[in-house]
């Protein structure tokens, strides 16, 4: 028989999936990767000029907006074979396009 404590958690888990965003790909191929809510702070990992090709997608966890009103999506990014790239990536809305 689970534990209160283990069934707690399994169902957590199982809502969490659940309540995932929506996936997105890169509407432009000069889709930025952020490490924050700032056009101006590049991800670590994406300062050499790496880019994101159209075959790359986001799994969006929530938005954020910045102080002038611009709509960030933070997620997950994936690689074109659809492996974990890099985790809690900021991108600005508008270089993304997202499914239903």
């Given amino acids: 028989m689970l534990k209160p404590t283990t069934l707690a958690l399994c169902l957590a888990a199982l809502s969490g999936a659940a309540l995932a965003g929506p996936t997105c790909a890169p509407g432009d ?8 809510a700032s056009p101006d702070d590049p991800h670590r990992d994406w300062r050499s000029g790496n ?11 929530r938005s954020v907006r910045d102080a002038a009103g611009t709509e960030y999506y933070v997620g ?6 659809g ?5 809690k990536v ?11």
């Fill in 29 to 36: 191929a000069r889709a930025r990767i952020l490490a924050s």
């Fill in 90 to 100: 900021y991108v600005v809305e508008r270089e993304w396009d997202c499914g239903p």
């Fill in 76 to 81: 997950d990014l994936y690689d074109t074979r």
């Fill in 51 to 61: 880019r994101v090709g159209y075959g790359w997608s986001l799994q969006v966890e």
């Fill in 83 to 87: 492996q974990l790239a890099t985790r």
